[in-house]
Structure formats: C-alpha cells, structure tokens
C-alpha cells in the first residue's frame, strides 16, 4: 500500500514528463547500467553530498515514472546529461527561466563552453532592488576567477552576504562563488556550531535548538558577532570575503545594514547582499535531504514553522536576487563547476 501511494505521488508531480530520461540516457548511447555508473561518478567527482547509490532498478523507475527522482539524484543527471531540470523533465520551467542547454556528447572537446557556463550561472544574480548593481558584482566575479591565478583584482575588495532561510540553497550557492573566485567562505553553521551547541546545553537548553526564546535571545547574538568578527578580520585585511547565513533580521535592518556598510567603506571595502529566493516545497526538501539535527523542529512542525516564514521577504537595503525557486540558480551553478572542472581535467 505504502509503495502505491509514493507511486500515485510521484507521477502527479506537477511537470513531471519521465520519458524525458529515458530520452536522454538513450540520445546518450547508455545502457541503464552505464548510466547508472557515470551517474555515481559525475556526483563523487562534483562533490555532491550524498552520492546516489544508481542501481539500474532505481533508474528504471526514475524513468518509468513510479518514483521521483531526490535533489542528490536530479542534480547528477543534470550533470550527467549536461541539460537543466526543465529539459529532463522533473519539472516545468519557470518564467523567465533559462533552460537552453544544448545536448552534446559527453567526449566533446569544450570550446569555451566553461565560460558561457560560469556567464550563465552568474546571471542568476539579478538586481533584487532598483539601486543594486548586479552587473557590477558579475564582473567583478568574473574578473577574480579570470585573474585569480594572472595577477590579482584591480577592484576594491568586496563582502558579499549571502542570505536566505533555510533549506534556500544560499550555502551552495555561496561555495559557487567562492569556487570561482578564490575568496574565503565564512558559512556561519560550521564557523558557529560548536560554540552554539555549547552555550545552549550550558543554558540548559538542548544543543539542536533554533527556535525557542532561549536561543533567539541569548545565544543568537553571539552566534552572529562571531560570525561578523570573522568577517572584519579579513575587511582589515581588505580581503574579500562571501558570507553565509539567513540574516534575516541583519538583512531586514536598516540600521545594522548601514553600519556594516559605513564599517567597510571606510576600509575601502564595498558590500554587496544578495537574497536567495526559493519556494517552500523546495525548502522542505532540500532540509530533509541534508538530515541536520537542527532542523528536527522545523521538519516536525512544518505548518507551524512556515506561519513564520515570509516568503516575500527582502533586504531593506539595495540587494541583488538569486531566484533558486525549484533548485534553478543551484542546477547552473553545478553546469558551470562541471565545466570548469572539466577544463582542469
């Protein structure tokens, strides 16, 4: 009975067209066991958390339609057969949304493919407020990945805060960034963590906790200020520097938005907030998927959880967006780490 209903489930996913795999790995020349194979590899070789076990039987039913494909198993076939999910069906496309990867054999010589890639990636970065200057952070990524092993940045150093709740995509997006461009990585969770999980069980509180008074009023202060104190050692340093967290009420402060950014532009340093937009289904899957013991609350909970989250939240200062809304802004992000790391192979 249980595995009918996860069937009924799956084939009435919203867009779901499942002979579209089928239609790939074929176009491809790949038997199911093939597939499943170069599947296994393509995610160890990205790094992909959680590396799909891809037994022909799980693929078949990937095909066939009588299960839904997980985050981990659809970003390895959209590695795999180079395309978005709107072109292997796990979902439509969004507006707007660009969706135009071209088959090609997996052998092809890459012709500056890489470049397009990581150009298509960074587009995502839309501006989210009419001040922000999206194009002015997209070449500036662009120029540190291009000079990052020529010579150095002839810009001014940059903080880039990348923000958004959870399960929004805002680490891996984050990790792409930094990827490109060399700069550090401060994500708040495992910069933060032991700290946190200390303080709340000294408070008597339990180590996994993110939403009760205790944490919000005494230990969530201090979980960012280590985070920001990490932040200016490297703005004193003017290195650049990308920022992980929610920051929702950082963000949606005027006053502390104002302070930072007085704090770096008198270190010539220039910051730059992003917003990773993504829809509640999404968050909800990409939270279980990564199994954190402090998300057992929201998981639980989740109707009581989402009346607090405001899906049409942003940043009150000038921002820049990345819509992730069905794992879009994250499916370029891995095209374009696939493309590079194919040019360092």
């Not at 499942?18 to 296994?40: D, N, Y």
């Not at 944490?215 to 520097?241: F, H, K, P, T, W």
């Not at 994250?330 to 194919?342: F, G, K, P, Y």
Request: charged residues 25%.
């Amino acid at each position: 009975m249980a595995n009918t209903q996860a069937g009924d489930m799956a084939k009435n996913r919203l867009g779901w067209r499942p002979e579209k795999l089928r239609e790939q790995r074929e176009a491809h020349g790949l038997t199911l066991e093939q597939a499943g194979e170069r599947l296994r590899a393509v995610a160890e070789k990205a790094g992909l958390k959680g590396i799909p076990a891809a037994y022909p039987q799980t693929l078949s039913q990937h095909e066939q339609g009588d299960v839904y494909p997980g985050p981990h198993y659809r970003r390895a076939y959209c590695l795999l057969y180079r395309a978005t999910e709107p072109q292997l069906g796990f979902r439509s496309a969004l507006p707007g949304e660009d969706s135009r990867f071209e088959l090609t054999p997996l052998d092809d010589k890459l012709t500056g493919n890489h470049v397009l890639a990581v150009e298509r990636a960074l587009l995502q970065i839309s501006a989210g407020s009419a001040e922000a200057d999206s194009y002015g952070l997209q070449r500036r990524i662009m120029d540190a990945w291009k000079r990052r092993h020529t010579g150095g940045d002839p810009h001014r150093p940059v903080v880039i805060l990348v923000g958004g709740f959870a399960g929004s995509g805002k680490t891996e997006f984050a990790r792409f960034l930094t990827q490109l461009t060399g700069w550090p990585l401060l994500d708040k969770d495992p910069l933060t963590r032991p700290l946190v999980e200390q303080l709340l069980v000294a408070l008597g509180g339990d180590r996994n906790d993110r939403h009760t008074p205790l944490y919000r009023e005494q230990v969530r202060a201090v979980e960012y200020d280590c985070l920001m104190q990490a932040a200016y050692a490297n703005i004193n340093c003017g290195i650049s520097s990308v920022l992980s967290a929610p920051f929702i009420a950082e963000m949606t402060s005027e006053e502390w938005m104002t302070r930072l950014s007085n704090r770096c532009r008198a270190q010539g340093v220039d910051v730059f907030p992003i917003w990773v937009q993504c829809d509640p289904e999404s968050m909800r899957e990409y939270i279980s998927f990564r199994s954190a013991a402090r998300d057992a609350w929201k998981l639980s909970r989740w109707e009581e959880y989402m009346a607090t989250v405001d899906i049409d939240l942003r940043p009150v200062v000038p921002h820049l967006l990345v819509d992730n809304r069905m794992g879009s802004a994250i499916s370029l992000a891995d095209q374009a780490r696939h493309a590079l790391a194919a040019v360092r192979a």
